[in-house]
């Protein structure tokens, strides 16, 4: 995440020395908030616009993903600058001229391939005055019509082939008997040809007795679902014997008692859950930010308990202050212990935790070898911020991030905390016994603060389950 998001944060920083925004200068870029979806070799425009619709004829517009200085597109002093364009964008990215007084700054992108999947910055900067949004394209391709295939490999045993070439992202595999049953498969194994496009091969074991099986292959999108059927013949075993219907009971017997056992599993692992974030919650500690050290930038309310990205401060540098990353620390430092604390999120956040040592001026890395252990949230994009990042499921993405750091393990965790769920744990804190650790605070979301919310009470209700 470093490579592909903080060197655009960075880049952009640099325009805040300038003096703060009059009104009549002060726009904002809006992009939709759902991916736009196209197919491979289609023509996609990524829609994007200023509020209020002021004439983007005079500013710079920059369309770029990961690397700013290689743009999709580049559009300034009224024309387009392909000196550094990425190279497989040559030709195939522009604007819509006609359309610039209108404040539309949109992206087409003609004959869409598979590497074009991804997020897009839309930058657009004025001489004061910059904002970016932030657009994500979906490339998805429907495969082919699945083939389902018999295989003998010997003895009692068969099994059945289903294959479909040509997709992404990657589509479910599912089989189905005669009465629409799901049938219990092996992950499908999974290969990418030249295009980068998806071939999914799943097999079934099928019985003895005669059956019809259908082979579903869902793609992500709207679009009908590919099935094919394969009818297996009684004949096509030999007649079951003595041994093998005493088998069947045996298996029957296993199945009921296997369904029991899950069935106490599940409820000893949601009792054993309970225990442990009770455990976690009476860590709980009062955070408040610290005015001092929050970048310039940074807005911070009263109490110290919400800060967003606002309009440029005239504040006292100081050895504590972030001059470049968009950050605050906490008052509040822990030398020992354990402690834990929640935080309502916005779209565009980092939070974590850093030793006192590590460095807030300027452009520097956030990763555990600088003393920064933080996860970083930015739209559809979500990982923890090692060297190098690590991608984390979106699933686990939160609306409230719990984070508890313990002195003495030396490691902090992250949690969801509407569903309880662990995120990640970073088990590499390095820091000189008896140094202060901050939490930390980062965020260049405009709309909505992050905030701080009251410690948790120990007595937790379980969560039911829906």
Known sequence: MESDQSQWVFVTLLFLHQSCVSRSEWFQVRGPAAPVFVFPGEDAVLPCYLSPDISAEDLEIRWFREDFTAPVCFYHNHGYRLENQFPSYRGRAELFPGKLFKGNVSLRLRDVRRSDHGLYNCLVRSHQHFEVALIKLGVRALGSQ?????????????????????????????WTDRDGNE????????????QGLLSVSSYIPVKQESNIFSCLVRSALPEPDW???????????????????????????TVAASVLLVIQWRRMDREEKLAEWRWICSAAAAVTLDPDTA?????LSEDGKRVRRGQKNSLSDSPHRFDQRLC?????????????????????????????SAERKGRFSFSPQQGYWCLDSYLSDFSALTAPATRLPLSLQPRKLGVCVDI???????????????????????????EKIYPVFCTWDSDKDLELLPAVSVEIKPVTNS
């Open 146 to 174: 699945p083939s389902v295939s018999l295989h003998s490999p010997g003895g009692d045993q068969a099994q059945l082939l289903c294959r479909s070439e040509g997709w992404f992202p990657q589509p479910a595999v599912i």
């Open 183 to 194: 049938v219990t498969s092996q992950p499908p194994t999974v290969d990418t040809d030249s």
């Open 227 to 253: 099935g094919s059927q394969l009818h297996i013949p009684r004949d096509f075993f030999p007649a079951p014997s003595g041994w093998m219907v005493t088998l069947f009971l045996t298996a029957a017997v």
């Open 295 to 299: 970048h310039c930038w940074l807005s």
């Open 328 to 356: 605050v620390v906490s008052r509040e430092a822990f030398t020992s212990g354990r402690h834990y604390w929640e935080v309502e999120v916005n779209r565009y956040w980092r939070i974590g935790v850093t030793r006192e």
């Open 408 to 434: 003495e393990e030396r490691k902090v965790s992250f949690y969801t905390v509407e569903s309880r769920a662990h995120v990640y744990t970073f088990t590499d804190m390095v820091f000189p016994q008896g």
